[in-house]
């Protein structure tokens, strides 16, 4: 391609609206134009640069084993109504109506449509296990739509669904399908880590999510520092020290703390660490009232919480409960709770001694609180919110927190949409069973935003060459001057004659414009082509990735060319 | 792929629902599965034939030129309200609206986003020419979605759209397309004709369609039993008789016609064949009352009247203009009309003589009408239907009417799109111009049924090779046979290390059933490995367009299969 002739125009400033790297960048190098919120036009170079991840995927589906097919993007209410998901599925849901009246909407993901197609084709024991998957635009109106292809309303996702007649079978499906995805992410120049993800209230059920790590990633992991163990926030387990604290038990004493509900305030008052505090937070659940114990410097992480009661909904008090069970607000404490109350603890009280906690009375607090002499534990559970520097439950390693970006969530679903859409098979014994389902997401889109975000400096794109819309961009300097072009276009015809992706800089553009480009742009390697090197006898490469310069023969250019993109990551 | 494994399954019946050939072949086949009336899943066996037709059209553009890139489906309205079509689509666009209440449409094709694209990027005549394009889903909410994939409501297109400086530029982007479009369906193996199509009252730019010639087909065209012309039936224009009829004119009479108010009753009433009737049709637009004259065996063309008085809207006399302005309904003649009614006549009426026609009374006819004795013609225009037998404009060649289907339409816009959207770029001269535009569609879906109509037998479908979904099916006869069976594999082994696309057919089925299966999914060439013919120490080959069947030795089955395949067409 000569770049004369590209369409689109790489842009000098950042525009205003674009706050992420990768939205800056995919913007300023012309590989995305905004139509509206949440919806952008693929420009020729981020097309080229799309279609090689589509490609990575597909290659490693059918090497699973996966078919492909393509279900459509508009989709009959029916079904959907039969799963519950267009009631549940709320605004994020684009609805429209056909010109009889007709509820339709834009598919976010399609198990609705392939679950009835795969009870149609494929109804017997011996047809699975079957997967099936394609590539395709979804839709799904975000609120807030932001940070370019990070989250938008139209995103190119690639969706499997597999099928099998067991769990145990199901579970085989999805190691293939585990393993493809790792594929995918090494071959698409990721970094990223997966993790065991929080099953959600769902009935859960196993699933992983694929993070790459990046500092605008909106999704939050922990991982240890020794690389052994990866979860996301909501999921993450941190160890407990199992060494109970030895020595001397204070005693149990009442101290007054004038208007100190909080930790914070009772900590100050009485001089010690937030950590020798002992929070007592009080919940309620059909099955009665419960006291989840923590340290004074951790938070209850309420999903772990409501996973322990499902499918029992579990609230925290509101301000009218307190009054109502004799508690009292900001001074509860465990020690004499009504036996009626359960009384579950973090792993981490375990490990604790002389704790300062709440009197039961306003303005009061006791110190020298111990477990078992003070107060009843009934059950010890993984209650905390995950932190940095807790942890890690495998070697003890500490454990880290950072952004993410979710670019691929595989998921066993069970029967979740073969019961209730009625998609049995018949099984070897001459019974209906419903298929057990996985599914599996690969957000495309999301692949070259968060590509872009690992791999960027200040003057644009690092490309990983997997992945760069073209290799090596060659670079005329001086077009002006008949034997640099002369030698500009023979490398550039060469290079192509050898099946590299390149680009010709042939725009009537300051030499300092098409440096600027080629590094905004991120080729994987550069090759410059000026009026002194062409005396010299020399062209200058450059490698993006490591700025490193070198120059070769001009004679010798496109061996060297690509001897070096071999090179390059 | 083994067919074992292959996702779904053919059907021995004829869906119920499948009227066009075409539509009944590709659901047997299992290339598609319908999901609602108009909207189709592509299965994988028609996610191949897809991505095969997609191909030629990607290469082609490519090399004429074009650039790919892919704009959204979701579209906001506001550029549509600008360039009128939110309204004039009418009930056939796909509207919904967003959260925000924000109203949105599915792109059937798309001008409003790539013209402001386009002038955003490249807004210099030094820019142009540049053609972009896609390969996207388009909507269309049809009012009776049929024939399957020829008429959906979710349909597959190429769309590009050229931008030129001027018309004269405009013509050669438009010839370059019109020249890659014929290479696209030449590949894809079509029976074609390349229309003039009805420009419309939109402008009258020139416009031209690709007709692929099929029995189911819904659109017309016209075309020379010598091969030199065809165009659409809107815009076929007929030769007409040059030689003026020779010897005596009858005497204009008055006969009297009682209730002879249509050409068949007063043919018959006078003896006369209709050709020898005049009739004389009237029409008002706001320039005054057009009177039209046609022979009594044809039809006024409309669309041809409205172009020659675009764009003033022309229309039929109401029954109360007759009244109004005096005229006799069922009995007008153009003997004395007023000077005020302009008189138009089909060219083929200067051709005849002593013509029947209206005595402007009622119930009464007149004989020995002439023109120019008789009455007066202000001019001689193109104003008659085409119909089967009529003369060829270029050789006199007798001109056939045939059924087709529209798999390519291309069209000089001009500044149809850039001026309501107030798209310019600066020109040379530093004034602002609008762009001249053009726009070029292909139907990928489309060209995949056309292939179907074209080429299938009482069997199945008969796929051109270059758009098969596979080449060669190795049919496995007898699986049970360990010897055959270790030969099929290995030629299935030996053609896939060849990079030739086969199956192996190694179901648990009857050889029947998959000779059947063969020639309904339509490979190009079959190669059966059976028990017979292992002990002979050959294979059948059969080559499915002409069914013609040879063997081959056993060892040299490959070299065989691809010698055939060569000869395919």
New interface residues.
Partial sequence: MRLS?????TLREDPAEAEAPSHKLLLRG?FV?K??AG??????L??RT?RKIETIVREEMDAA?A??????????AEPWQQTGRWDAYG??L???R??HG?D?L?GPTLEE?VTP??A???PSYKDLP?N?YQIE?K?R?E?RPRYGLLRG??FYMKDAYSFDRDAACLAESYRIMYEAYARVFDRCGLNYVVVEADPGTIGGGINHEFMALADVGEDLFVRCENGDYSADTEAATPRVSDVLLSGERGPLTEVETPGAATIALVAAALRVEPSQTLKTMMFKSAQGTVAVLVPGDREVNERKLSRLYFPVPIVKFEEADFAAGGFMKGFVGPQGLPDGVTVLADHSVLAGKDWVTGANRADAHVTGANVDRDFRVDRYEDLVEIREGDRCPNDGGELHIGPSIVVGHIFQLGTKYSEPMGATFLDEDGTAKFYEMGCYGIGLTRIMAAAVEQRHDEHGIVWPKAIAPFQVAVILANQDVPEVTAHAERIYAELLAQGIEAVLDDRDERAGAKFADADLIGYPVQAVVGKRGVQAGTVDLKLRATGERTTAPLDGATDAVRALLVSAP
């Fill in positions: 002739q590209l369409f689109a125009r012309a134009r139509l509206m919806v952008y036009t693929t420009m020729p981020g097309l799309i084993g078919q492909e097919l393509r279900m459509p993007i508009t989709v009959p605004d994020e684009f609805r429209l056909d010109r007709r339709m834009l449509v197609l795969v149609t084709e494929f079957v099936v635009w839709y109106d609120l309303r139209e």
